[in-house]
């Protein structure tokens, strides 16, 4: 499913973006999940993988004008209840301690992809006069750690047929910082396609966690970093010290996460993506055994909560106002005017509430355009789209006739009339809360000659005043 643009030859009803999607051919109707997470991580091998290990081609990677093969060992695992044996050796890492927030926060499903990989060095005689071998390889490791995090991204359909609604990348902020704005903007590109895909993304850790990273991986190199090479701005490549040099009210964890939204929004006036799939949250937490993990654990869990909490639609309900457990304290806190600019530039927060804990205090994307705003619409949005793909795919093979587009029509409306008497759509009857157009308006001759199905729906959510226009395409032709 792909968010295309929002002009239509049909009758345009309100404004509102398009929701395009092409059916698999294989598989059957089911209820669309909403409660899975995945969280997807990516590490770069100094050393050869050894047996085992596949190939993988990166054309146009630097310092290879036609390419390499690059090898990578790729990891599944899947958790429906707490066990240890998928982090064997990782007592150093922050992996287990977020997953486990996942599921002491209400999850049900987690599924784990690690994406290991090693890049061959490049031979330095084919660089030009001009070209810096070591600035070379350092594009060269970036080039590669992006192709895997979208490589790994496909990985997602692999698992129990792609049920995986929400995404996360625990590590970003610790292993990847100088990536992260490029990162972010992968996978929200990604979710976007896929149409009900959502990435759950982490405020900036405690500086001081950072700087611990960064020393141990120097180590491990055999060297030792300089005061002057652990400040945030040596760290943090995107990072606008002089912006921020006068306000020392603004913590630098505050200002690494504003920096952080700016740089997302900075890489996508290249690209035609939203950050509609993409809510970040403040700030990181500290567990009961008192370690410090991203809260995008929690998070995805308390959606899956939520959801199941607020069925049979619990999609629909924003999820927020609702408790963290499993949580000692927050990692960072500060006061009204950090808070305040964190709540500008739409970044939720976790806050300690009297009698309730600390709760999820806030529901927004990073999408600037109001029909985006919330979490919920974006979600239940999603949640339609892929609805509607799976209660119709066996309609891929039918022929395009009269009482084909007459049934799929009237399936499409008795599910919708069900969203709206749930209280998921807007609109005092059905006819103001959603219309359903199969028929030869939107499946011309030529549309039907070439054996597809195209079936238009307008829909008016929760929260906004919009209708969203989903366009679902039908047909054995469109995989040709």
């Keep these: 499913m792909d968010l295309l643009d929002p002009r239509s030859d049909l009758e345009d009803l309100q404004p509102g973006l398009v929701l395009s999607a092409q059916l698999p051919v294989d598989g059957a109707a089911e209820q669309v999940r909403t409660d899975v997470a995945c969280f997807l991580r990516v590490r770069r091998s100094p050393q050869p993988l050894g047996e085992g290990a596949e190939r ?43 997953a486990r927030s996942f599921l002491d926060n209400g999850g049900n499903t987690l599924h784990l992809i690690d994406v290991d990989f090693y890049v061959p060095p490049f031979d330095p005689s084919v660089l030009g006069p001009k070209e810096d071998p070591d600035e070379v390889a350092e594009l060269r490791e970036e080039a590669s750690v992006l192709r895997f995090y979208s490589w790994g991204l496909d990985r997602i359909d692999d698992l129990e047929g792609g049920v995986a609604s929400q995404v996360a990348v625990p ?65 943090v490549p995107w990072y606008r010290a002089d912006k921020w040099a006068r306000r020392d009210e603004i913590p630098v964890e505050v200002a690494l996460t504003v920096d952080a939204v700016e740089a997302a929004r900075n890489e ?6 939203t950050l509609s799939c993409l809510a970040i949250y403040w700030p990181w937490v500290q567990n009961l055994r008192g370690l410090d993990v991203p809260p995008c654990g929690a998070i995805c869990g308390v959606y899956a909560r939520s959801d199941e909490e607020h069925g049979p639609v619990g999609v629909m309900k924003s999820p927020a106002n609702e408790r963290v457990k499993a949580v000692f304290d927050l990692s960072v806190h500060v006061d009204e005017p950090p808070e305040n600019l964190l709540r500008r530039e739409g970044i939720n927060l976790l806050s300690p ?19 985006w705003r919330f979490v919920n619409v974006r979600r239940l949005i999603g949640y339609i789209g892929k609805q509607l793909e799976m209660d119709n795919q066996g309609s891929v093979f039918e022929n395009n006739t009269e009482d084909l587009r007459q049934r799929v029509a009237r399936d499409a409306r008795y599910f919708l009339t069900d969203l709206w008497e749930k209280g998921a759509l807007t609109g005092e009857t059905p006819d103001e809360a959603f219309r359903v157009v199969c028929t030869t308006e939107n499946n011309p001759d030529g549309v039907v000659e070439r054996g597809i199905l195209v079936v238009d729906v307008w829909v008016n ?20």
């Design 171 to 235: 590590d970003l902020w610790t292993a990847h910082v100088h990536l992260l704005p490029q990162v972010w903007v992968i996978i929200a590109e990604w979710c976007r396609q896929t149409g009900n895909r959502f990435l759950v993304a982490d405020s900036a850790p405690p500086l001081r966690i950072l700087i611990e990273e960064e020393r141990r991986r120097a180590r491990a190199e055999g060297v030792e970093l300089r005061p002057d090479e652990l400040t945030a701005e040596a760290l």
């Design 353 to 371: 509430q009297t009698g309730k804990g600390i709760v999820v205090w806030g529901a927004r994307t990073q999408c600037e355009e109001p029909i």
């Design 268 to 273: 996508l006036r290249t690209r035609e993506v």
């Design 56 to 98: 993988l081609f990166i054309a146009d990677l630097p310092g290879s004008p036609g390419g390499d093969q690059c090898e990578y060992r790729l990891t599944l695992n899947r958790l429906t209840e707490w066990d240890e044996s998928p982090f064997r050796g990782e007592f150093r890492t922050r992996q287990p301690a977020t």
């Design 461 to 480: 959510p929760v929260q906004t005043s919009e209708f969203v226009h989903l366009q679902l395409s039908y047909g054995d032709a469109l995989h040709d």
